[in-house]
């Protein structure tokens, strides 16, 4: 029965996508993505796997609507980064020697689609006529219609993190267990607050705790007079960022997070609210239940056994702390030197090192750098550092634009860097990627709205 929904959300959405556009498309794109997991296929490896197969009625919708075109991808002011990004992507797939070239080529173009071209699914859906100002020259921020996507889209999940909740209750995730991955985030023998990782719809716990840091951060600081339901949505997707258990999302979201308030608030008035925060939290702590002391505790034992090298997170929590991950991405590394330019290929990993596990030293790899070192080489890395790079760069640039957007853009680098490093990052693209190239089209439009009223 379950699994039937699933296929009937799946299916109406991605029609639905394809009918519409804007940011009425761009909100139907999250509800197919946050609601069914990104494991659901209909055609395996192919573009009707997953949510690719919503980025496919994506594309067709753009194309449709003659939006697949230069006029709407140039203007981009991280056009040529990502221009670069996607040659990278096709030169590993050109110099793969261990699959024929068409396959290859299709391996490269599909990975582009489904990470730095998602860039262009959030650029595409703010368009020009969705900006309502009450006079010329309205500077974009608080109180304009660029804050709609996000109005609309926090009241979307609060389904899904309400769900989370139960699955933390019940033990259990019955979405998960419809699509065959029964367990996979509950372990029986474990005593920590890890026992049970929450997912809500979601196929990987630091996904999950990704994608509720970004959308809550968006949804926080976006949107100006909160109703109810937008501030209850927001508490739950807070929480759930904590109840993935997931330190390689956890502690990302509060780096991003301190950065956007010094950014935006200030220094000063945060250390204030900081202390102020920290005496309450003192103060009421013992009066809290022992389940909640337990939890926390736990939480903070393993944040704090996951940054200090040495640590027992080895043994205690399956190696994921930082010197695992050094181990892994040392180990990458010297696999990148037998191809360091354009790497193994795509696939490598899973098809030749960890079959049959015969690669120790790589298994539970989960950093990004050690997909770049094993399938993609020094050009896709220096390519993929070269796009961050002009993102924070032009965000710093537009701040006297449009500070909110910009100081946000800078925190979400902040936010997905760090999880590149340290968390499986599979699906994350579809997540962040969108809302990243939304918030670079606004202040792109700013910027020609401000120029327009000083002309």
Not at 45 to 52: D, E, K, T, V, Y
Not at 70 to 88: D, T, Y
Not at 408 to 423: H, V
Request: hydrophobic share 50%.
């Amino acid at each position: 029965m379950i699994y039937a929904i699933l296929v009937v959300i799946y299916v109406v959405c991605g029609l639905m996508i394809l009918q519409t556009t804007g940011i009425k498309r761009l909100l139907i794109f999250y509800i197919g993505i946050l609601y069914v997991p990104g494991a659901l296929s209909i055609i395996p490896q192919s573009m009707l796997m997953g949510h690719f197969f919503y980025l496919s009625m994506f594309i067709l919708s753009m194309i449709r609507f003659h939006e697949f075109n230069a006029k709407n991808f140039q203007p981009c002011p991280l056009f040529m980064p990502l221009l670069i990004v996607f040659i990278s992507y096709f030169l590993i797939g050109l110099f793969d020697e261990r699959v024929s070239k068409s396959l290859a080529i299709y391996r490269s173009i599909r990975e582009f689609l489904g990470t730095y071209f998602l860039f262009f699914v959030g650029w595409t859906s703010l368009e020009s006529e969705d900006r309502k100002y009450s006079h010329i020259g309205v500077i974009p921020g608080l109180g304009t219609e660029y804050n709609k996507f996000f109005k609309y889209l926090i009241p979307i999940t609060v389904f899904m993190t309400v769900y989370g909740f139960l699955t933390l209750f019940f033990k259990t995730n019955p979405v998960l267990d419809a699509i065959g991955l029964k367990d996979r985030f509950f372990n029986e023998l474990d005593t920590s607050f890890r026992a049970f990782r929450v997912t809500a719809m979601c196929v990987s716990s630091s996904v999950y705790g990704m994608l509720c840091g970004v959308i809550f951060l968006c949804g926080a600081f976006f949107i100006e007079n909160k109703n109810k339901i937008q501030i209850a949505a927001l508490a739950l997707l807070f929480i759930n960022v904590f109840l993935s258990a997931t330190r390689a999302a956890m502690i990302p979201f509060i780096i991003g997070l301190l950065i956007f308030l010094i950014l935006n608030k200030g220094i000063t008035g945060f250390l204030r609210n900081i202390l102020l925060v920290i005496i309450v939290a003192l103060l009421i702590y013992p009066l809290l239940p022992s389940s909640v002391t337990f939890f926390v505790t736990g939480v903070l034992d393993s944040i704090s056994d996951s940054i200090l090298p040495g640590g027992s997170g080895g043994a205690a929590y399956k190696g994921s702390n930082l010197d695992a991950r050094e181990m892994q991405i040392g180990t990458a590394f010297q696999l990148l030197k037998e191809n360091p330019w354009f790497g193994h290929g795509f696939g490598y990993a899973g098809e030749v090192l960890l079959r049959g596990n015969s690669h120790q030293q790589l298994l539970g790899m989960e950093s990004y750098l050690c997909f770049i070192g094993i399938e993609r080489g020094l050009i896709n890395l220096f390519a993929e550092v070269w796009f961050y790079i002009s993102c924070v760069v032009y965000f710093f640039k537009h701040r006297s634009i449009n500070k909110l957007y910009a100081d946000m853009g800078i925190s979400l680098i902040t936010f997905f860097i760090p999880f590149l490093i340290f968390a499986w990052v599979s699906g994350c693209w579809f997540f962040f990627m969108p809302v990243l190239g939304y918030i670079t089209k606004a202040i792109f439009l700013s910027e020609n709205t401000l120029s327009r009223s000083v002309l």
